[in-house]
Every structure is written in C-alpha cells, then in structure tokens.
C-alpha cells in the first residue's frame, strides 16, 4: 500500500505512449512532452478514407503499368519542356472553381493533374474557354476514390465526370502509345484503355496546339510539342503521321476542319493532304458519333466557314448526304440560316438542333415535295412523303434523334398552314410548336423563297390584340366584316374552295380571344 501510494505522488517513472511502449523522457517531476497528432484523413466517398499523400502511397496493382515515378505531383521529366505561366498570359484565376478543385485534390492525394486541351489553348488565345478538361496519372478507379460526386462512363476509353454544383469536369488518364491496341480492318481504334505517362499521352492528342498541360497548382505550363510555337504561328499540326492518325479515327478529319475554322488556322500541308484520300474512311463512323461531332461543327459559332471547308477539302460528297446537295440546291437559304445560328452561339445564346437541321434538310425536303406534287400528289401528303424519304436517306449516315426527327417534322408540316392566313391562325399560334415554325417562315422570306409580306403578317398577327386580329384574317379572306354569321356562312362556303395557293383549306374554328403567342 504505501509503495502505490509513493508512486502515485511521485508519478510515474515510465509512462507509455499510445502504443504501449515505455517513454523514457518522463520521469519524476518532469512534464512529458507532447506527441503530435496524427494527421487527419479526408473523407471521400461512402465515408472511405481518402488516398494518402505521394509519400504514403500504397504500392501500384500488379496489374496497371508503372508510370516512372510520376506519382509525386507531377509526371517524370516535368522541367523538360516547362514554362511559367505568368510569363504565357495563364492564371489560375481564370480557371474555373471546379476545374481548380479537382486539380488540388488529385494533387493531394499524391496524383499528377494538368487542365489540358482546348482550355488551355483558348486562355492562350485570348478566349473564353467553354469548358475545362483535367489529366491525370490516376486510374479511373482511383479517380472515383478520390471525389464524392463522380461516376465512370465511356467503354473505348474509359473517362470520369467529376460534379461540383452544376459543373462537370471530365478527368482522363494520362494514355499510353498505342502499341498492341485493337483496330478493325481500317485501322480505326477499338481499344484505348491502356495508361501511361503525360509524355506518352500528349503523343496520342490529335494537335500540338491541343497538347498542353497547365499545372494552375504549380502555375506552369508543360508543352512537350512545340504547341505554343504553333499557336504564335496560328498553324494547326497533326501530331504523328497524319494519314495514320485518320485511320486511328476518322472523325479526326472533320475535327481537322472544325479547329481551322473556328480558330482561323491555316492547316500544316502534310496534316491536310491525306483527308481527300481518305474521306471515304468516314463511312465506317457509327452515325451516332458522326451526329455528335457534326453537331459541335455547327455550334462552333462558325457552322457556315466549316461547312464551306468541308465542301472544299472533298469531305461532303457521297459522305455524309446532309453535305451532298447543301449549298447546290439553295445555297442562300443555307447561308441566311449558318449565318443566323452563328450569330446565336457568338451572343451566348442557345440552339436547337431540331430548328438547325430543320433548315440544313429543308432545300432537300422541298425539292422532293416539288416533284411528288408535280407527279399529281396532293400538297400535304406530298410533302409528308418528301419528309420521310429525305429522313431516312439521312438516318444511314447522320444518327439524328427521334425527337429532333419529330420536331423538325411538326416545323415543315406547319409551312402550308402558316401560308394560308385563315381562321385556322387563331388556334395556330397556341401549338406548341409554332413560334419554331414562324421562325422558319421567317427564314424562307428572308432568302426569298416566299413573299416576305407574309412574314410581316404573321409579325403583326402575333403582336395585335385579338380585335386587330380578327381585322386582319378577314382582310386576308376578303371579307366586309360586317357580322358574325356573314363569316360563318363565309367560311362554309370556303371550305372546299380553293386557297391562294390552290391548296384545299384545312380546318377553321378557333374563338377570336385565343391567347396571343409568347
């Protein structure tokens, strides 16, 4: 008893630490010193601990190739080919929130990460970048592991979309040289899974103007191939062989002229000479991925200059019918409607792809509709048939959506209705998809292809008061107004009566108070 009691006034001569082991610094009447805690392991997803710091990293699975040493923040060779930022214009303050984050996170957790692409060479370029891409020497898997909000898609190569509020940063792994991928009969790329160094990735880039690596962590700028020498002498360059690189993927020879017209590139001759040798190569594009990339080629902001290369570089003919008879069969129609949507995406505004190729197919459609009316067809059902040919002929090559197909439909079949100025124009500015169709109309009067009176009409009809309303349909049916059952009888009359058009009139009915158009 009395030995406990000593040693409990005394203190302990040998405390232990969280361990158990003996602390031989505190002894009788001295203060033990204090350990430091344990650093604190961020959370990610399902509440799992988080990827330790480089320092800390587990060894690599036996199964992803090693990626010499680029796990410490950056990959090997970094100071290789390396520029201040500051000195090039570039500042993290001009990178988005999320795009900042998921470059200090992946950091973090001891990974490589670089925003690289069309981001970087649009801050380069004085432009507003429309998004920004991250690369990384993390697997996708691992990528998973690091962010709450982020999933997996793409099976060709596997890609992850990060979210942050409503911003998504999509996060690819640094890719290896293609080696032993598979390829079908054309050379085209089935395969590209296989992951390696940021060096052997800016190789597998289509342009050295795209083979950029901003750190926004570090502030510098990693160019492995001459990118900014490019960009200073606005000259677009195929990295690698080019004919090689379009048999890898076709779809690189309209990205080709996509980059040249939007950036007003001259294209590096070795990188343009194959494309009208191998254009035929793009008939072995899904038509789905043919669709994706012809939509960012024509909401560009330079839909008609790229359209108008294509036509010169050979890639329109036989290739895509969209392109076949475009500029041939009503090149002013055409023009007026790039022209517009052009001017759209450059105000920052939206575009629908219904009204878009509603006006890219609308020559073709009319053409058709001419000559089945022609052959003894009735008007509407002629141009229904000419709907449904010049829409299959371009489901073979261009995958164009059911909606979009259903859209663009109730767009032209609402032309012969629109052009008859009836009583029907009470209940037609309540569809749903009428302010689409008198936006077309309008188009058709401004290349002339009706009279633009008409369009003045419809204009003022939208604006007017349902009093002024009724005025001007009984001005456009020669009507004297004087009574309601005198217009009643009127319209019986006209029923079967032959419009303006000498197309039957269909229907009436609609009460003078419909709701005016928004």
């Known amino acids: ?14 405390r232990t630490d969280s361990h158990g082991k003996a602390s031989p610094s505190a002894s009788k009447g001295q203060t033990p010193v204090p350990r430091a805690p344990a650093p604190a392991t961020s959370r990610s997803r399902a509440g799992a601990p988080r ?49 900042l984050r998921t470059c200090e996170e992946l950091q973090q957790a001891g990974f490589a990460a670089y925003i690289v692409g069309g981001g970087v060479r649009d801050l380069l370029l004085g432009r507003e970048p429309k998004d920004f891409d991250v690369a990384t020497d993390a697997a ?10 982020a999933r997996l898609i793409g099976r060709r190569f596997r890609i992850v979309h990060v979210m942050f509020g409503r911003e998504t940063i999509e996060v690819t792994t640094f890719r290896a040289a293609q080696t032993n991928g598979q390829t079908d009969a054309h050379g085209r790329m089935l395969n590209d899974n296989e992951f390696g160094t940021r060096d052997e990735d800016a190789l597998r880039r289509d342009f050295t103007v ?33 004919a090689t690189r379009y048999r890898e993927d076709p779809v ?28 035929p190569l793009l008939e072995n594009v899904p038509p789905a991925r043919l669709f994706d990339e012809v939509m960012k ?65 609308w020559p073709q459609v009319r053409v058709r509709w001419q000559q089945l009316h022609a052959q003894g067809e009735h008007l509407v059902p002629a141009l229904d048939q000419a709907i449904s040919e010049v829409l299959d002929e371009q489901g073979t090559k261009l995958a164009l959506h059911r909606r979009y197909q259903a859209d663009m439909r109730e767009i032209w079949m609402m032309q012969p209705r629109l052009e008859k100025r009836g009583r029907q124009s009470f209940t037609l500015v309540t569809q749903l998809r009428f302010r689409a169709s008198y936006d077309f109309l309008l188009l058709r009067c401004t290349s002339n292809e009706i009279d633009p009176a008409l369009g003045d009409w419809w204009t003022e009809f939208i604006d007017a008061d349902s009093s002024r309303r009724e005025q001007l ?27 303006e058009n000498g197309t039957p009139a269909e229907g009436h009915g609609g009460a003078s108070g419909a709701p005016q158009a928004s």
């Open 1 to 14: 008893m009395l030995n406990r009691l000593f040693k409990w006034m005394s203190g302990q001569t040998a």
């Open 51 to 99: 990827q330790p710091s480089a320092l800390q990293q587990p060894a690599l699975p036996a199964s992803r190739p090693a990626r010499n040493g680029s796990r410490k923040g950056a990959a090997a060779g970094a100071n290789a080919h390396s520029h201040p930022a500051a000195a090039l214009g570039l500042s993290k303050q001009r990178i988005s929130f999320a795009a």
């Open 140 to 149: 996708p898997e691992e990528v998973l592991h690091v962010f709450r909000r």
């Open 210 to 242: 795209n083979a950029l690596y901003y750190d926004p962590i570090a502030e510098t700028l990693v160019d492995p191939l001459g990118g900014v020498q490019d960009l200073n002498a606005r000259l677009l360059r195929m990295i690698g062989d080019p």
């Open 252 to 279: 690189r020879m309209l990205r080709t002229v996509r980059f040249a017209a939007k950036l007003d590139f001259q294209v590096d001759p070795p990188t343009l000479q194959p494309i009208r040798t191998l254009a």
């Open 297 to 361: 080629l024509l909401e560009s902001g330079h839909g008609l200059a790229c359209l108008q290369r294509l036509r010169h570089e050979g890639l329109h003919h036989g290739i895509l019918p969209l392109l076949d008879t475009l500029f041939e069969t009503d090149e002013a129609f055409i023009t007026e409607a790039l022209t517009r949507t052009d001017a759209r995406v450059r105000q920052g505004k939206s575009v629908s792809p219904s009204f878009l190729f509603a006006s890219l197919l």
């Open 473 to 499: 349909v009984q001005e456009s049916l020669g009507s004297t107004g004087k009574s309601g059952r005198n217009t009643r009888k009127r319209r019986r009359r006209r029923k079967s009566a032959p419009a």
